[in-house]
């Protein structure tokens, strides 16, 4: 074989057996180094669970300010201020309430020229930073607004309707009879109906982009309820007084509708189903 063609295959024979010294070089490092490695892997992880103990293991360094003010001065001054916090309350600044309350009122009179009112406000009244919403005849409500920021929520303060206006009551009064003023103060609403019935109008405010328009129809329809239940407790009254046997009441609640049914002469209560059922006068408020 010519020295040419020799060369190539022993080329190739020493370039593998490099390769494969290499490897047999990497490998006699590596069993050398290893057990060194696990020690200090093992040490590694010995040292941070021991950081771990020190600071429960250490002892308490001693407080020397502390002792002298005690044994020298018989007291102890450097407790928290936090703890004098709550003790004596910060006093907070001076406002004047009379320009606070007058800007309050500037930007109510702003919020209330841009909002839909409903016409049957007849009286609206802004005063002390709040404004008076009255429907004559029949309920208020006191709103205020929070904060100066253009887009914040109006809130509700009261709500009060005429059945429980003292000078309402007393002027009725003059003209009623006494069992409709007994009927009046059975039905009037108590401050737990208001209290509910103002965060009813609050929800509605603060979902609706006309709030001045949705509390006027929550109030409207509270009240229109509350009236027809007056009504029909007059009406059990005449069933069963001067008018028994000439006129039937009955209140739907769902529908918010009072069916009162009427005849000139007396009947039965039989014949008075009879003539229901071929013709009845139906009178809804």
Same mark, same amino acid.
């Given at each position: 074989?010519?020295?040419?063609? &020799? &060369?190539?295959?022993?080329?190739?024979?020493?370039?593998?057996?490099?390769?494969?010294?290499?490897?047999?070089?990497?490998?006699?490092?590596?069993?050398?180094?290893?057990?060194?490695?696990?020690?200090?892997?093992?040490?590694?992880?010995?040292?941070?669970?021991?950081?771990?103990?020190?600071?429960?293991?250490?002892?308490? &360094?001693?407080?020397?300010?502390?002792? #002298?003010?005690?044994?020298?001065?018989?007291?102890?001054?450097?407790?928290?201020?936090?703890?004098?916090?709550?003790?004596?309350?910060?006093?907070?600044?001076?406002?004047?309430?009379?320009?606070?309350?007058?800007?309050?009122?500037?930007?109510?009179?702003?919020?209330?020229?841009?909002?839909?009112?409903?016409?049957?406000?007849?009286?609206?009244?802004?005063?002390?930073?709040? #404004?008076?919403?009255?429907?004559?005849?029949?309920?208020?409500?006191?709103?205020?607004?929070?904060?100066?920021?253009?887009?914040?929520?109006?809130? #509700?303060?009261?709500?009060?309707?005429?059945?429980?206006?003292?000078?309402?009551?007393?002027?009725?009064?003059?003209?009623?009879?006494?069992?409709?003023?007994?009927?009046?103060?059975?039905?009037?609403?108590?401050?737990?109906?208001?209290?509910?019935?103002?965060?009813?109008?609050?929800?509605?405010?603060?979902?609706?982009?006309?709030?001045? #328009?949705?509390?006027?129809?929550?109030?409207?329809?509270?009240?229109?309820?509350?009236?027809?239940?007056?009504?029909?407790?007059?009406?059990?009254?005449?069933?069963?007084?001067?008018?028994?046997?000439?006129?039937?009441?009955?209140?739907?609640?769902?529908?918010?509708?009072?069916?009162?049914?009427?005849?000139?002469?007396?009947?039965?209560?039989?014949?008075?189903?009879?003539?229901?059922?071929?013709? &009845?006068?139906?009178?809804?408020?």
């Amino acid at each position: 074989m010519r020295e040419d063609e &020799r &060369r190539e295959p022993l080329l190739a024979h020493l370039q593998s057996s490099r390769k494969r010294f290499a490897q047999l070089l990497a490998i006699l490092k590596w069993s050398q180094t290893q057990t060194y490695r696990n020690n200090v892997n093992e040490t590694n992880d010995r040292l941070f669970f021991m950081h771990a103990d020190l600071n429960r293991a250490k002892e308490r &360094r001693y407080d020397l300010s502390t002792a #002298v003010d005690v044994l020298y001065g018989g007291s102890y001054l450097r407790l928290p201020t936090i703890i004098k916090n709550a003790m004596f309350p910060r006093e907070l600044p001076e406002v004047d309430t009379e320009q606070a309350a007058t800007e309050v009122a500037d930007i109510i009179r702003f919020r209330l020229i841009e909002a839909e009112i409903p016409e049957q406000f007849s009286n609206i009244k802004l005063e002390g930073g709040f #404004v008076t919403c009255q429907a004559e005849g029949e309920f208020e409500i006191v709103l205020t607004i929070q904060g100066k920021e253009k887009d914040a929520k109006w809130r #509700v303060i009261s709500v009060n309707t005429a059945l429980t206006d003292s000078q309402a009551f007393e002027d009725h009064s003059q003209s009623a009879s006494t069992s409709a003023l007994r009927i009046i103060r059975t039905n009037a609403p108590n401050p737990a109906h208001y209290n509910h019935l103002k965060n009813l109008v609050q929800r509605a405010m603060n979902k609706s982009e006309k709030p001045f #328009v949705d509390a006027f129809m929550v109030m409207r329809e509270f009240c229109s309820s509350l009236a027809l239940q007056i009504l029909a407790s007059q009406g059990k009254l005449l069933m069963e007084g001067r008018w028994k046997n000439r006129i039937m009441i009955k209140h739907h609640r769902d529908q918010n509708v009072l069916d009162i049914c009427y005849w000139p002469k007396a009947c039965t209560r039989k014949e008075t189903q009879t003539l229901t059922e071929q013709q &009845r006068l139906i009178q809804q408020l």
